[in-house]
């Protein structure tokens, strides 16, 4: 096994060397070690006719960049431009004259006399606001006072008996004292109001109700005058209902009385 390995290389070296020998020298460069020096002198593969397509040319004037300066340049900013360019000219100082001092004078008043009226016209519109709120109020009040159409009262012929009352409650009281002449037609005006008119004098009186509660000592003081009337129109009501009973059984044994006296005149 050996000897068979040690004649194929035998037979191999052999060939080796021919096609060594052949490659020098068909490509004789292949051999030199080193490339020519001369390198630059060699004319280009490419020749520009036209000076437009030739590649543009450095400036001679300037010098050869340096690998550091690439290397400084990424590293270090741009340079500022100069500080008088960005300063700007230099403000000048000057004392005011007379046209500028009385132009802040006139402002002044300007400023002021807007302001004025300014307030003026927010006062003239408040003022305007509340007198239709309180229009509209009155409006409100007076119309929630009227009776409904389905109740069948009618204001303008009850108002008519109202007045008539009250003008017989001066004309009874006439020759009676100053506190009956002023509590007389009050009295009858207001009974027949309740008489003719009483959803409408229902509505008045929950309104005053309300009005009065804003007061506490005069709903007060209204609570107890309306308790003590209904405290003593219950008290003329049971007395009444014992009037009653008793005039009844007084009748009742009178006309027993009679019809015995009559059995017996019989």
Known sequence: MAARVLLQRRAVAPLTATLLAGGIVLYPSVAHAEAPTDYRSK??????????????????????ASPEDGVLAHVLPPPAPAATAAAGPAPSHRRPTPTDRLAAQIRV???????????????????MDRAFDLERS????????????????????GLVYVLVAAMAGTVVS??????V??????ALGLGAAWVVLPVTMGNVSELAWRYEQRFPAVADAHKRAREGVE???RFV????????RKVDETVVDARETVEGWVRKGK
Request: glycine share 6%; net charge positive.
């Open 138 to 157: 009155f409006t409100g009040t007076v119309a929630s006072l009227a009776p409904p159409r389905e109740s069948g009262e009618r204001l303008v012929p």
């Open 174 to 179: 006439r020759r009676r004292g100053v506190v």
């Open 43 to 64: 004319k280009p593969i490419y020749d520009y006719d036209d000076l437009d397509a030739a590649p543009a040319k450095s400036n001679p004037s300037a010098p050869p």
């Open 231 to 233: 405290t003593g129109v």
């Open 109 to 127: 008043a300007r400023l002021f006399l807007h302001g004025q009226a300014s307030r003026a016209e927010d006062a003239v519109n408040a003022a």
């Open 237 to 244: 009501k049971v007395h009444a209902d014992l009037a009653v």
């Open 181 to 186: 002449r002023a509590a007389a037609p009050l």
